[in-house]
């Protein structure tokens, strides 16, 4: 197991004051925030942040934490001494509001986990004394563009936590084999109904949110429902007009380039997005792209239509 | 092995969701949700609590303000402001590489 150095992750002292780590984790917070930031490593950014100051918050658990000794380096191999929180009291104050399921071996080999921890989050909205209808969960997954047009089968493997009868905590993975309903769009979510947790008593079982985030593909740009390609033609092909071969999730079409075209003209095959009772667009965008002068012929090309056209690109620079 | 397929609903701008689906996905008490229609931040048809129908996108607006609020402490108004202006960056963002890619 590494040693953590919850200093160094939220950028304070040794000898910060509790307010400074308030101050600094805030912000930090707001920055990684998985919801707000852009950052690709939010998430693993903003656990890390948590679980950091769920220790340096607690002036208990911080004492205990300082007293490993300031010799340890982040990342370098650490054994929790048998002895080392002898004569440190806990109290349960901990993971308020943090979900303490997520935080690292590092963090539960010092301080355990409150049993009451990992569901606490989800606690707060129970209405126990009417029903017990067990939890509903949340899993992000990814699919391809493709999916969304034809719709598909797809396997998915989930882990959850969970807290053993002995108080342990495991990962619990299941294989779900899901319907993607044609026409989903990025950020949606497909409900399954009962795949939450069991419910207590007579309670039924909490759903499943499954939250669609497509995989970048390599040359369609989703935004919505509209589909964005960037097509490359060559400058005859855009200046002399042409039909050309493009493809489109559906399959390839013959997309008519009018003579004259600029490159990033743009053109609108209606309803050639993602498929719903309004289907979005695809846009195609042009890309004039020039042959390499990379041979004796090429280059004598391009010499001649130096010489024979009367072509002035900065005319209107005045220059 | 064989696992059984399962189909769910898709959450989409015409599927409908009460109140007691909406407060259950968010971990939260019908009354926090009813604030978040009071603050202007979710638009469910419908005249009563009761009868109110949530699209799936409220959802998604939803989760994200029980996570401001639960992780940076931010309070409904500021909650609202945020998501307002995150719709807007996101509009920017896709403006501005759709403008990069045709320049």
């Not at chain 1, 953590?4 to 509790?18: F, L, M, P, S, W």
């Not at chain 1, 890390?48 to 208990?60: F, H, I, N, R, S």
């Not at chain 1, 419910?199 to 589909?227: A, M, Q, R, T, W």
Request: glycine fraction near 10%; charged fraction near 25%.
């Amino acid at each position: 197991m590494e040693f953590k150095d919850y200093y160094e992750i939220i950028g304070v002292k040794r000898d910060a004051a509790q307010n400074d780590i308030k101050r600094a984790y805030r912000k930090l917070a707001r920055k990684y925030h998985p919801d707000v930031s852009k950052e690709s490593n939010a998430e693993e950014k903003f656990k890390e942040l948590g679980e950091a100051y769920e220790v340096l918050k607690d002036p208990e658990k911080r004492v205990a934490y300082d007293q490993l000794g300031a010799d340890y380096k982040a990342g370098q191999n650490f054994n929790p001494p048998p002895d080392w929180n002898t004569g440190f009291e806990f109290n349960g104050g901990g993971y308020t509001e943090t979900n303490a399921a997520a935080f690292s071996d590092f963090f539960e080999s010092l301080f355990g986990h409150d049993n009451k921890g990992a569901g606490s989050r989800q606690s707060h909205g129970r209405e126990p004394q009417y029903h017990a209808p067990g939890e509903d969960h949340h899993a992000k997954i990814l699919i391809e563009l493709d999916d969304a047009f034809n719709g598909a089968t797809r396997t998915i493997t989930l882990q959850a936590p969970e807290i053993n009868a002995q108080g342990h905590m495991l990962t619990r993975k299941r294989t779900l084999n899901v319907n993607i309903p044609k026409g989903v769009k990025q950020g949606q979510f497909i409900r399954l109904a009962g795949q939450g947790s069991p419910g207590s008593g007579k309670g039924k079982s909490g759903n499943l949110y499954l939250e669609i985030n497509f995989k970048p593909h390599s040359f369609y740009h989703v935004e919505g429902k509209d589909i964005y390609l960037d097509l490359p033609v060559a400058p005859w092909e855009a200046a002399l007009g042409t039909t050309v071969k493009t493809p489109t999730p559906e399959g390839t079409v013959d997309l008519k380039i009018p003579a004259g075209s600029t490159s990033g003209r743009k053109m609108r095959l209606k309803g050639r997005g993602i498929p719903a009772k309004v289907p979005g667009d695809l846009y195609v965008v042009l890309q004039l792209v020039l042959p390499p002068a990379d041979t004796l012929q090429a280059e004598e090309f391009y010499r001649k239509m130096e010489q024979e056209l009367a072509f002035k690109p900065r005319a209107g620079l005045g220059v | 092995m064989k696992i059984e397929l399962l189909s769910g609903l898709l959450l989409d701008d015409e599927c409908t969701l009460t109140l007691g689906e909406i407060s259950r996905a968010c971990s939260a008490h019908a009354e926090w949700v009813i604030e978040l229609v009071d603050e202007g931040i979710l638009e469910p048809g419908g005249h009563e609590p009761a009868q109110w129908q949530f699209s799936g996108p409220c959802l998604n607006r939803a989760r994200v303000v029980r996570h401001l609020q639960q992780d940076l402490g931010i309070n409904l108004t500021g909650a609202a402001l945020v998501l307002d202006l995150m719709e807007e960056i996101k509009d920017m963002r896709a403006r501005l590489r759709r403008l990069e890619r045709e320049n």
